[in-house]
């Protein structure tokens, strides 16, 4: 896509000023091409005022964290560092859609297998450094290689080669074509940081490209950031400073912000919502994407090693009383795959797994079995009500058979002691905004956040086929396949999609539509929102 048209795409759903347009298309000689009366028929920002000591309290965060950005695997990291300190090639709008970051434009080889990205002029570092080829290409390096630990690492694998074609240019090289290769570039650890003579990132320094410059950080605690300067985009970055704080407890949290304390929370406690309904002072926002709530058995563990003891429990559990007792209802009823309602093959054909504990039984006879006693670990660090969901979970699985011992874990180190590690345990996940983005990151075999530790050759043969596959109806047909041999074969039971909901002072402000990719705006509150005054 051309610049002139993404900056018309941008303005038009109000995501850039009139005066950030009209300058930037005077930069490229093109503001003459501006239809009559387009910008008087735009949305403006003039309520956004800059200004103000920014507090939020999060639901993630842990002794463990690191501001390296192959380790970030929480809301806590991927909010401050991922998309407040850092800038990506490219950002995911509002409403989902693609636009400009750090490069300004691109545009793909025939069969998407060559990639050239055009950068943004004058973008700088908070170090002031400018942002240049070199710095892409030292950046997505830091997620390649065997000995990379990444959580990005399966996005980046499809990278044969990357070159720079002078300061501004980089031009990348996939294995197969990807028509969704800009859409993953924006994932949260795919930041671009300053590159080094050896062609590295110094992970450890937390200097990076965007709206907020990282002053401390005590991780599993709180992190200062204070706005950059220098920073490019104009109508970003609206506040002084923010303070990012990891409140565990979604009591404390809320009482936070009834009191005052923070600006902002996430991660809301949907029984007690009606409560926070009631204080005017508070403002509460819900969004509904590809966020969903899963069970992850680890396929290489006994007994989880075999398909019939992991389709035991999917029949052995019952979605809707969990849908309506853990999200009362913020939510949709899952099908034992991480494909959502809004991505754009999700599987509707499929049908819907239903609560069956005498198939249960069947699956169990069929492993061998007439009875089964497992382990579900489960802490609220996993998500709000992930013990309670395991305790009715226990309740359902009791009738066919099934003896589920709910193992309360501690919620500082859930997400490096227990996730992962646990042969069963309680996880969320943010979705992604496409399929192979999904299922690369933690389905494909080898990938770094595959947590069911699953392999499956026809789905990897798909994934491949699917990621270069330019005929759309072709690809729905692979997708569908996919989403149907995760649901019957693959190693997580995916009892429930959540929306996000989460609130804020009412003294915030926002643009009218807010990304649903994450909570908290995308996880970009930091960056796009402001104070009315």
Known sequence: MSETKQLK???????????????????????????????ASMPAHGAAKKGGNFRVGLGHGSTTDSIDPATWENAFTQFTFGYGSNNHLTEILPDGGLGPELAESWEASPDAKVWTFKLRKGAEFHNGKTVE???????????????????????????????????????VTLSG??????????????????GNKDGKIDAKSGIGAGAYVVESYEPGVRAKLKRHKNYYRTDYGHFDEVEVLTIADVAARTNALTTGEVDAIDRLDIKTLHLLKRNKKISIKETSGTAHYTA?????????????VRLALKYAVDRKPLLQNVLR??????????????????????????????????HLKKAG??????????????????????VLMREHAAKAGIDINVVREPNDGYWSNVWMKKPWCMVYWGGRPTEDWMFSTAYA??????????????????????????????????????????????????????????????????????????GLDGNRGMERWWFKS
């Open 9 to 39: 795409k941008l303005l038009s759903r109000g995501w850039i000023s009139r005066r950030e347009f009209v300058k930037r298309m005077t930069a490229l000689g093109m503001v003459a091409s501006v239809p009559a009366g387009m910008l």
């Open 133 to 171: 080829a070199s710095d892409v290409i030292a950046s997505l390096n830091h997620h390649r290689g065997e000995d990379t630990k990444s959580g990005g690492k399966g996005i980046v694998s499809p990278i044969t080669d990357m070159k720079a074609d002078g300061k501004n240019v980089v031009v």
């Open 177 to 194: 074509g990807n028509a969704d290769f800009p859409f993953v570039l924006n994932d949260y650890h795919l930041a671009i940081q300053p």
């Open 296 to 308: 992850a058995m680890r396929t290489d563990t006994p007994p989880f090693d075999n398909n019939d």
């Open 329 to 362: 209802g913020h939510g949709v009823i899952g099908n034992d795959h991480p494909i959502g309602l809004s991505n754009r093959y999700h599987a509707k054909e499929l049908p819907q797994r239903e609560y069956d504990p005498e198939k249960a039984k069947f």
């Open 369 to 390: 079995l007439s009875n089964l006693k497992v382990d579900l670990s489960a802490a609220d660090a996993a998500f709000a009500g992930a013990v309670d969901a395991a």
């Open 445 to 518: 075999a080898g990938a770094d956040w595959n947590d069911s530790f699953w392999s499956h050759e026809r789905f990897n043969k798909l994934l491949l086929e699917a990621r270069s596959q330019l005929d759309d109806a072709k690809r729905r047909e692979m997708y569908v396949e996919m989403q149907r041999i995760v649901s019957d074969e693959g190693g997580v039971l995916v009892p429930m999609f959540n929306n996000y909901v989460f609130a804020t002072s009412s003294k915030v402000g926002h643009a009218d539509q807010m990304g649903a990719n994450w």
